[in-house]
């Protein structure tokens, strides 16, 4: 993979929703931090993986990227422009080069409307008037994703899983977009059909050079898509590396716990499977210091006051724990909760 430059660039990413309780219900009781200054950069025709449980803030990451969700704080840099400082209409506009494929091909389809529409649909948004333009791309996009002229006329409900994905990334295509945010695209569809949508989408890729942010939790998935990997844990990014040094040698506990379920590369290699003890947090009342560490089975004294951050190990390689920053954190007495 040739990388050429940064495409997109979160910078301390934050989205909370308010909780609301009290007598009349109005009051704001609490937050939920859904994404807690998330960081990370995109560049160019990569395909950047995001992972983690459910409920860790991946797909509110995508969600808020795209504006789909209005970020608390941070800013989102595309082509070197804070997205997050547009108004809506500069929004509706941008939106041409960022699209989103959904996770559910069957509920994210209008069953109402023929398939010609659905894909023709976002077009429309973007007010291309001529009609035969519009057709003409419709027709296009249709052949790229292996689509037929004929099965245009249907309804959703008559294609199979795997086609219906195929209609949703033909209107995620038809607007030319340079980023593809992909919100967990193949894991409604059987195994089979998995590696036909994730061909396609890679074929897609090396023809219109576009660059994917893949969410998912399927980490077999991630590792035979991705070129590099970002793992979240309770709304924080908790480590980023190439795809190969991740799934060789991941260095956050939580990221090798994680790891520690695939199955070995090697016949003859056992692996030793980590259980993580305990649940997941709640996001609206994340323990102090590192968030992970009432379930890390490397936790320190200063891991329960001290709040560890993202930074680099290595050349790409970026992790969130005390355990490789030991020095600095000592010298700085870190960041206090
Ligand atoms: Fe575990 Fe401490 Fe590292 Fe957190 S900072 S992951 S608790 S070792």
Not at 82 to 103: G, H, P, T, V, Y
Not at 107 to 120: D, G
Not at 272 to 294: A, E, K, M, W, Y
């Amino acid at each position: 993979m040739e990388i050429k430059e940064s495409l997109l660039r979160v910078e301390n990413l934050k989205k909370y929703f308010p909780v609301k309780g009290g007598i009349l219900g109005r009051k704001e009781i609490k937050q939920i931090k859904a994404i807690d200054g998330v960081s990370f950069d995109v560049q160019q025709g990569e395909t950047f993986g995001i992972v983690g449980e459910s409920g860790c803030g991946k797909s509110t990451t995508g969600r808020t990227i795209l504006r789909l969700l209005e970020p608390t704080e941070g800013k989102i840099f595309f082509q070197g422009k804070n997205i997050a400082e547009l108004n809506k209409s500069e929004m509706r506009k941008l939106r041409k080069d960022i699209q989103i494929i959904f996770q559910d091909p069957f509920a994210s389809l209008n069953p109402r409307m023929k398939v010609r529409e659905i894909i023709e649909e976002p077009l429309i948004n973007f007010e291309v008037t001529d009609r035969s333009e519009r057709e003409k791309r419709v027709l296009e996009v249709a052949d790229q994703v292996g689509l037929t002229k004929a099965q245009l006329s249907r309804f959703p409900h008559a294609f199979s899983g795997g086609q219906r994905q195929r209609i949703g990334i033909a209107r995620a295509l038809i607007s030319k977009p340079k980023l593809i945010i992909a919100d967990e695209p193949v894991s409604a569809l059987d195994v089979s059909i998995q590696s036909q949508v994730l061909n396609l989408m890679r074929d897609l890729q090396k023809e219109f050079g576009l660059t994917y942010i893949f969410i998912s939790h399927d980490l077999s998935v991630v590792k035979h898509f991705c070129d590099r990997i970002g793992v979240m844990y309770l709304g924080k990014m908790v480590e980023i590396a190439g795809k190969n040094r991740l799934y060789e040698k991941p260095l956050h506990p939580y990221a090798e716990a994680l790891l520690s379920a695939l199955p070995s590369s090697h016949p003859l290699q056992k692996k030793q499977r980590i259980i993580l003890s305990g649940d997941v947090p709640s996001p609206s009342n994340p323990p102090n210091g590192c968030t992970f560490h009432p379930r890390c089975f490397k936790c320190m004294d200063m891991c329960k006051t001290v709040n560890p951050t993202l930074q680099p190990v290595s050349d790409q390689h970026s992790v969130s724990c005390h355990l490789y920053h030991l020095g600095q954190e000592q010298s700085a007495a870190g960041e206090l909760i």
